[in-house]
């Protein structure tokens, strides 16, 4: 029996296939097997022999299974260390390519912005960018011939020469907003209005088309003093500095009364500004209490109502806190701007999560 | 607006420095622009002695000088002809920096001998041109600082010269008076009593005026005039040269520098006519058209009708408020002068200087409005000062019109003005500010001053209060969320959708672009546009001439200059408006991408190909879907012309509701817009997307069945003008209860199939609900299938 053992073991280990394992495994422990014949056999022995073989044909058995098991699995073990071997690729070129998408820099400060407005409860508004000449102008205290008209480089559309209204313009500012929310809405109300605005002026830090954001507040007890507050705290959130300080200076536009515009303290060092440090003033915005008469031209009692509305350029902003240099380069499409001033795609700003990375 | 600090203190009273003085000014609404202050350029210069000057041993033209200054006595090489001994000089010590060459005096050897600093002459400083020599002092101290020294003998050359930004309302702050009025109600010093004058007239004016009777209304007011006789016109006094030069005008003759001098000290634009070239009376009228005038810029000007002038005998001699005629204008030779003071509409004067194109001092001030009521003090004036450095003998001051009555009041609501400004202002200081600033107070009604046109109304008291109590100190106040709690979404629908199309977008890999609203005819009439409709009448340029009909041509055009730049494969996208008429609400938003070139780089991978018009339908259906629109649409053809006619499909819910268009762009298109193809776009349109039904966030169940699907292939030869479209919808209407899905696996075009014919297979998946499909109920389906489809298509099943 120790022979037989011997053999088949010695066999197994020396198999260098699956096919002479199975051939082994027949010959041993297959039905007519050696080892399988010799099991038979026991019925004819004798009680007591049969005590003594019966345990040690058994054992022969699962230790010559356990044995080919083993060898089977080693010789799969085996031939997957092959193919593995052969599999070996050069991981160091390049992946599939994706294109990879940017977010433009005025959308992405638009976000910002009403982002930040959203939680001071400023809906968001938007209008025709071709505006009536009402709109733009009288209603907001522009009469024709006031000389603020003439300095805003308007651009008129066309007019038929059988049609005698004054030609529409493309809004100078995205203020004509206001008025149309305030018609359509009343008050109280808050909202933000940011779009595209035109001016006929193209030189090294203007272009005919740029964006705007304006801000309106209307209520029973606005004051000025809530204004500077709103535009402080906008400042810090949008800039991320919480140093930032603003200062006020009486000015003039026809729709608001008191009017100031809006510096903030900035400081410029090897071209590179800093905003809340340094001796600097930097313009950033102009504001102001809403004129009674362009309350009026909302339909809004100015005895009962009152409020702020300010205004600044989103692309401006945009430049100053993403240290964007040229205006110009904004609407140029020029891919390798857009991937180096875009933004990711899922980099969607929120008061929770951070504006900016 | 430009004035210098001595102009300023001829009207205030005052101990500030210039820096205190621009700080006020700014943060009351006068911007200070710039600031240009002699002295403080010039502060480290003193006065010094030359001891001695002895000639150079090694040079012939300089001199070895020994020079007492504050720090003792110093030797210093010197080049100028007039350094000797005995005269006071301006001294550089080293370390002061000397404007006019750019240049730190250092210590240095002039041809072996030490020099501690040199000597300087005007130009060095840059007072004047002067550079004969260095200066000789006629006298001052050794060590008295040279700024010092001029402050006292030759004030003009260290006046600082403030320049200020007037917003259109401040008409006042263009005279310097204005300008100290409100620097006294600021409390930066006290007002000097402003000058008067009444010269008794010797004769009747010989020279008559006339206003129309058409022109009193919206064209001239009053008209005051005054001969002086017997004059002699010349260079005007050196301290009001000074003044005009400081300012940056040219000093002309004394004549024209009074009237200059007007215009800047009260805001008080003036005319004076050479009496002896104006033939017969001045008429005030309107024109009738197509006159001229040659004006004092030696332009000729060609009126239109309507237009305010004044006319002797011999026709127009003078554009009224605005700039006068050249024929008539004095000169050195003049000695009989007609002086002008006249109120003009300020709507006409902008109407009429905007059509002729003139921008004069004149113009400026009297379209943004002057004191009326000053007119007749400002004739006396003008006559005094013109006596004063002319001589001559003046006539009675004749009048055309009135002087126009402008008088108003407002009430003062001190509790208003709190609440507006949202600062505490007590009464008695805001009617302090009120009367320091002209207005008189009665009860609570402020009686508006003359010279403040832009004061209509009870709102503008209120900001008269506020700058003046000084915005730079109001004080932020929290303003309270309009509702207590979490704020509620702000976005409507259509932003949210759109927000959601960018950042899509922008995740398929389109980079986002902001091109203008406005593009070139040519282009705009290739997508549908550049009609008169949605023309600009004053365009910037050819380039930018119409609105944009589409968003497509600007993103070709972006792509066009990519190209240029050697950028090839290209993914551009844009959400914006698109204008379909030149009416307000003519306009709206599309989103629209375009891919050029390959969808990537050659690469190893093999990955690299042209793109087509599945990707452009691939993103088309992602970003529609991101915006919330049905899956279930139709995909009609015959869109607009610039995509290739046979390769492009439009997204319809229904033959009229279009949710976008994708395809290949037009080749023509590409060769126009010069942009090399392949270029696949598609744009969409969010607004067009129908607006969900339900309001609640509930998903609803989910309902999934346990029992086994089963897929099944079918393979039909068809025409290949038969789209998969219809064999899909065909199949899936074979039992709406058990199938699932239907998807299109092959195309095969040709081969054995032969001409005009093509293979599509599919694959059909049934999922059964109540119980387990068993083979005939397949072979049931199946045959369903083959039949709908062979009749919707007229096709056969592939054997």
Redesign the interface.
Known sequence: MDDLRDKYLAAIANAGDESTLEDLRVQAVGKKGEISLKMRELGKMTPEERQIMGPKLNALKDEINSALAAKKQALSDAALDERLRAEWLDVTLPARGRRMGTIHPVSQVTEEVTAIFADMGFAVAEGPQVESDWHNFDALNIPGHHPARAEMDTFYMHRAADDDRPPHVLRTHTSPVQIRSMEAQGAPIRVICPGRVYRADYDQTHTPMFHQVEGLAIDKDISMANLKWVLEEFCRAFFEVDGVELRFRASHFPFTEPSAEVDIRCSWADGTLKIGEGDDWLEILGSGMVHPKVLMAGDIDPAAWQGFAFGMGIDRIAMLKYGIPDLRAFFDSDLRWLRHYGFASLDQPTLHGGLSR | MKFTLSWLKDHLETEASVAEIAEAL????L?VEEISNPAERLSEFTIGKVVSAEKHPDADKLKVCQVETDEGQTQIICGAPNAREGITVVVAKPGVYVPGIDTTIGVGKIRGIESYGMMASEREMELSEEHDGIIELPSGEVGERFTDWLAVHDPAKVDPVIEIAI????PDALGVRGIALDLAARGLGTMKPAPEAQVEGQFPCPIAVTIDEDTREGGCEVFAGRLIRGIKNGPSPEWLQDRLRAIGLRPISALVDVTNFFTFDRNRPLHVFDADKVTGDLRVHRTTGGETLMGLDEKEYTFGPGQVVISDDTGVESIGGIMGGLSTGCTDETTNVFLEAAVWD??QI??TG?ALKINSDARYRN??GIDPAFNMQAIELATQMILDLCGGEPSEVIIAGEVPDVSRAYRLDPARVQ?????DIPEAEQRQTLTALGFRLEGDMAHVPSWRP?VM????L??EV??VAS??K??????A???VGV?K????PM?RRE?AA?????????????????IDQASAARFGGGG??????????SE?SH?RPDLLPG?LQ?AA??QA?G?SD????E???A?EG??????HVQVTGLLVGR???K???G??RPVDLYDAKADAEAILSAMGAPVKVQILRDGPEWFHPGRHGRICLGPKKVLGIFGELHPRVLEQMDVKGPAVAFTLFPAEIPLPRKKSASRGAMTVSDLQAVERDFAFVVDTQVEALTLVNAAAGADKALIEDVRVFDEFIGGSLGEGKKSLAVTVRLQPTDTTLKEADIDEVSKKIVEKVEKATGGTLRG
């Open positions: 700014t943060d009351l609404g911007e917003t259109p309302n401040r300020h709507v902008a109407t905007r379209e943004r609440s507006l400004v949202g600062m832009d109304g009870e709102a503008d209120v900001e506020a700058r915005l730079t109001l004080e932020g106040k929290p303003l969320r309009g509702q704020p979404p702000i976005l409507s932003q927000q960018r950042r899509t977008t922008a995740a398929l890999g389109y980079n986002e672009c902001v091109t203008y609203s406005f008169d409709a949605t023309m600009l009448a004053n365009p910037i340029s930018m609105m993103l972006a200059r990519n730049r950028m290209l993914a551009l996208f959400v914006g408006h204008f030149g009416e307000p609400e003519q306009q969808n990537g780089p690469d190893v991978h990955a690299s």
